[in-house]
């Protein structure tokens, strides 16, 4: 079994990524400005790619946030897999829906895994930087 992740690290990695996300809205309001007519297609595209950031990355391992930490999502049952994006998707909606009072459940988990983790079948695991 893998190191799990800390609960610092894990807000640290969601910190980076918040901000990731607010730079993109920004920069994209920004660039959208600069245009008369954007169609609403264009603008409910840009917006759906903006929410569905974490899920489609955590299938990969985890966010840029979660690379950075050096920490990654991955399925509780065999901790060396990534998830699916089915797990993905529960994670991130019951991550949604109770917010940080998903982390609670840290507390008296033994291997320090959420509310949303739990539900999804998945752990955050500190993995060794390798060059």
Do not use: C
Not at 9 to 31: N, P, Q, V, Y
Request: net charge positive; hydrophobic share 50%.
């Amino acid at each position: 079994m893998q190191k799990t992740a800390t609960l610092l690290d894990r807000t640290k990695a969601s910190t980076i990524d918040i901000l990731l996300l607010i730079l993109a809205g920004a920069f994209t309001t920004l660039a959208l400005s600069y245009f008369e007519n954007v169609p609403i297609g264009v603008r409910q595209s840009i917006f759906i790619a903006l929410v569905l950031y974490e899920p489609v990355f955590i299938i990969f391992g985890g966010t840029v946030g979660d690379r950075l930490m050096n920490i990654r999502v991955r399925k509780s049952a065999n901790e060396s897999k990534n998830i699916n994006i089915l797990q993905s998707l529960i994670r991130f909606i019951f991550k949604l829906t109770f917010g940080w009072f998903s982390y609670i459940s840290i507390f008296k988990n033994p291997r320090k895994r959420t509310l949303h983790d739990l539900i999804s079948m998945t752990s955050v695991v500190t993995i060794k930087h390798s060059l």
